[in-house]
């Protein structure tokens, strides 16, 4: 059996962490999700308010170190789960780049739910602090990720499975 490199995206809130956890269990696939990471490594030094390029900078040095054990996981043979937001259309490209690039098997998930869905999921998840939860989403945080996010078009969406809740 190929390992398969599942990538996960979509809008804040649309339950794309439950999905990718779900899917690791089910392929058996070893998951990696920026925000853990990004929680663990960075949440205690974040600016206040939120700074762009102080995210970015660190956002680009936890997905370098995710593509690097995640390339070591897949080249042992085993598929993996890529949960790293990949809020805009660039992204998800450089991602399909890299996968064909490395001649890796791939899939694009997309998720979705609409707006006020998701930010209450957002406002909930903050409170409980269940199995998805990594670190607070303000509403600033959310209505900051909302204006960065390029929804996917139907050319983006051709042979990725999707995912929508209410």
Known sequence: MTATLHVIFGPSGAGKSTYAQNLARQEP??????????ARLFAADMPDPIEFTWVMARVERCEAQIWSVAAAVMAAGTSVVLDLGLTRKGDRARVAEIARACDLPLQFHFVTAPREVRRSRVLARNEVRGETFSMVVTPQMFDFMEGIYEAPDADELMGALVSEST
């Open 29 to 38: 696939a070893v998951h990696f999700a920026i925000d853990d990471w990004m």
